[in-house]
Each structure stands twice: as C-alpha cells, then as structure tokens.
C-alpha cells in the first residue's frame, strides 16, 4: 500500500486482514469483519462479547495483567486487584470473591463520578473560599497593624511632650535657684566691698592724722576697730543636688501601655460530605398555597421604614422621626430610645446579645445601645453607612456609600475594628450600583451575604469570603412594573424575601437564586422593612401606613 494514502485506508478485519471491519471483541480486543465473528466466537476456550465497531470507542478495554500478558476478565474483590486465566488457576485466588472487570470497572467509574462531583461542586469551591478570607484577612492586616503603630507612636509622642514638660520645669527650678544663690552672694559682696571701703577710708585718715601732728586732729580721732571687728554674718549655701531616680524598664513598660497578646490558633474546619447549610438542618417546612395574614400592628408611627426582632413577641421600629421603639404584637410601647444625635436613624438591627444598633448617616456613625446608654461605635470618613445586620457570628454588615455617590460597598466589623471589605468581583467589577439608594443587608443562614440593591433594581448575594455568587433582577411577569426591592430577610430554610415596594409584594427567592413564590394577597401596600422571628413569621413594615403586618408564608 501507499504509504501516502495508508491514513486514508479503511481498517480491515484482524482475522482475514481482507474484509472491512463490521464488529469488535472487547475482551479479545479484535477487530472483526462480518464472515469472521462466527469463527472467532467458535474459540470456546475464551469468553467473548463482541459489539457493533461503533461502539469500540465508547467501550472499555480489559486490562492486561502485568504478570502474564494476558486479559484481564475477572477482578478479585479480596486482593482488589483484575485477574487473567491464568492468575486464577495458579491457585494464589483460590476463595476469593471474584467479580467481572468491566462491572467493576464502571462501579469504580461511577464512585470516582461522584468524587469528582464532590471536588469540583463542593471542596474546591470550599479551598478557594478559604483562600479569598485569607486574602481578605491579609487586606485588613496592614490597616489595622498601621493603627497599632500609629498609636504607640502617639503615645510616645505624649510621653516625651510630659518629659519634655517635666525636664523644662526642673531647668526653670534650677534657674531659679541659681538667681536667688547669686543674688544673696551679690547682696553680701555689695556689703564687703562698703565696709571695706569704710576701712580703706579710715586707713587713710588715721594715716593723715600721724603724719599731721595735730593736736585737734588726734583729739578728734574716734576709733571704729571695734565696728569693724565684728564682721557681716556669713552666708552659708546649701547647693541644690539632683538624684534621678532608677529607671525601672518593665515598670516603665507597663506604664506605656500593653498589647494584648498574639494568639495564632489553627482549628479544624471540619470538612464532611455534609455542606455548610447540612449542619444542625431545621426540618423542611413548604411553602403554603396561600401565605395568611396573622395580625395587623398600629405602631403609631407616620412612617415605617425598618424592623427587627428583638423576640418572637417584641419587635424594635423606626422611620420617620429620631425615636426608636420597642412595641409587642398589640403594638404597646415597651421602650423607646432617641437617637444621640436627635437626627432620624436610617436602620436598626439586634445583635447577638440583644443590644440594638443603628446607623446615623448624618453623623456617619454606626451606635450600639445598651443599658439606655447609646455608644458610638463606629465613625466613618469619606463614607456614609445605610444599612446594618449582625451576623450569626457577632459581626456588624455595614452598606455605604461615599461622598460624592459614585462609589457603594459592605463592609465587616468585628467590634470598632474593620475586618471585611466586599466592594468589586473577580474581574474588578463594581458588585453594587453606585447611586446612594437603599441598600438593605442580610446574611442568610448558609452565610451568604444579601443586598437588596434598590439602585440596581437588584438582589446581589456573594459568598462569606465576597466571592459573587448570584445577581437576582426579577422574575418575569407581564403583570408586574420595575422590580423595586428594599428590604431584606432570610429565614431557616436559608430563603431570602425581599420587599418589592412599587409592585406591593415580597419576593420570595431560593438561596441560589431561583423564584419561588410572591406574597401579593395580604393587601400589601408598600412594603418597605422586613424581619423574620424564630418560628419562620415574617414581619412586613408598611412605610406609608405605619402598620406592621405578621405574615405566616410556610
């Protein structure tokens, strides 16, 4: 044959080497054309299974055993290893249970199937998450080891300012003394030299009066030696000393100022075939067909803008003046607390403990209140914060936007202390539209962190580590208008329900994002905050009417 035409040469049957292959043996692994699959089957000293040739590709081949070149038919489950003829007869298998190789083979496809599922849909995507909160850990080192230094630095800048203060006053003591030893040595030299003076002047005239020889003169003498004998009082001076005290270097430290110690801990993350959202599952609870309308609350407001539960019987509101409150499900007024800055709270969440927060975007202040006694908490530059949630960890979610609206994010707290900053996606992208419309934050129970992004006319869920997950715009109705969402809850299903206030309804998502359902038949009517009890109750704030609404959806 041509060698320049061999690769465009139809394959011909291994046992004639004349006739086009029709058919294949995947245990002899022989090509076979029509006439010969009845003479290669007629070998009955091996097992066969021939197949159409088409389906050779798709078809696993038997392995061949690296001990006697032959194929592998069986797969001892004992040695878990493929077995040939030869192996088996050789007794070294004798009792054990054997199994096909190719069943086995596609048994062992199918578990590496679903380890490979499990690497691509679950562990995988788990290692990367824990690679972006490194990142994001390693983001927030620098600021916040740089506030660390930065305070040091000032309290070594007020140390020496109180040293400086100290050596100048001992200098001015000093100067001082020096004037009055040197004043009081003036004031003695001054006498000296009159008295002196005095003498030299006597000298003179006694002098005059022995070489005058006159009578009136000498009569006339009158002696001061005795006056003079008796000399000025002598001044004595102690001369000031100074006795620096012993620097006591630990002391000292200790007065400075301490650090709280490093502590690098490692712990497991406790990886299981279980996901995040498997652990301590609640029992599934359906949707109803019909969400029902429980109760209607008057809380007495004008406006109501943002809610959240305190308990399952005592709900905190605001909107629309500087007071906060506390009411139970009659709407009776348990507590309230007015803003440190008299100016109208923007939102209000409940933290772990049970203390109440709220953001002040005209102080650009997040506060927290305990005990009737409100602290602020944290204070923004160059930002101004919208909205906030506490985390099931104890941390604060944080929306705001910057000064001049072009620029939006979420950021974590730990306390006062900045730890998270979720802002752009992996390509740099802004996540969040950049006007400064609301932008109301949950945190679902899978941890996912939820922004009604009212701007973007948008849901936006990214991960714990801010990976972005899903964008959420509407789900398609001819009935509906633009969707409008506001506020935002999750529930125990890990849920996410989001008000839509132009189209009088809440939208109730998936965590990944799929519709489920409206709750459009409690007649809605702008609905504006949103809260969940521990029982799955929504809470729905009424802005215009004031009203809350307690809704049972599952």
Known sequence: MDPRYCAQDIIRCDLCERNVVQSHCELCHV??????????????????RVVPYKEKISTPNNPKCPKHSKNCELYCEQCDIPVCSTCISSGNHRGHHLSDVLQKLSSKSKDIEEELKELETKIYPKYEEIASEIKAKKESLEPHYRKLTTAVTKQGEDWHREINVIVNKKKSEIDEMKSKHLAALNKQENEIKQITAEVDQCIVDMKKILDSNDVSLTSGYKSRNTEFRSLPPKVNVSLPAFSPHQINTEQLAQMFGSLSALSIKTEEHGYTMKTLEDISSPPVKPLLDEPKLITTIDTGRKK???????????????GGDKIMKLINLQGKLLKSIQTKSGYIPHNIAVTRSGDLVYSDDDTRTVNIVKNKQIQELIRLQ???PYCVCSTSSGDLLITMYSDDDKQSKVVRYSGSTETQTIQFDSKGKPLYSSSNYAKYISENRNLDICVADNGAHAVVVV??????????????????????????TTDSQSQILTADSYNN?????????????????????????????????LFVAECERGKLKKIRYM
């Open 304 to 318: 109501l803008c943002s809610v959240t539960c305190l308990s399952d019987e005592e709900i905190w509101t605001c």
């Open 31 to 48: 090509n076979l054309c029509k006439a010969c699959v009845g003479e290669h089957l007629s070998d009955s000293t091996k097992r066969h």
């Open 505 to 537: 309804c809440i939208h109730i998502l998936n965590q990944d994002g799929q519709f489920l359902r409206y709750i459009d038949n409690c007649d809605l009517y702008f609905p504006f905050g949103l809260c969940v009890d521990t029982k799955d109750n």
């Open 382 to 384: 160059g930002w101004i």
């Open 463 to 488: 991960n714990q580590a801010g990976k972005f997950r899903f964008r959420y715009t509407v789900y398609s109705s001819t009935n509906k208008r633009s969707f409008d969402p506001l506020g935002i």
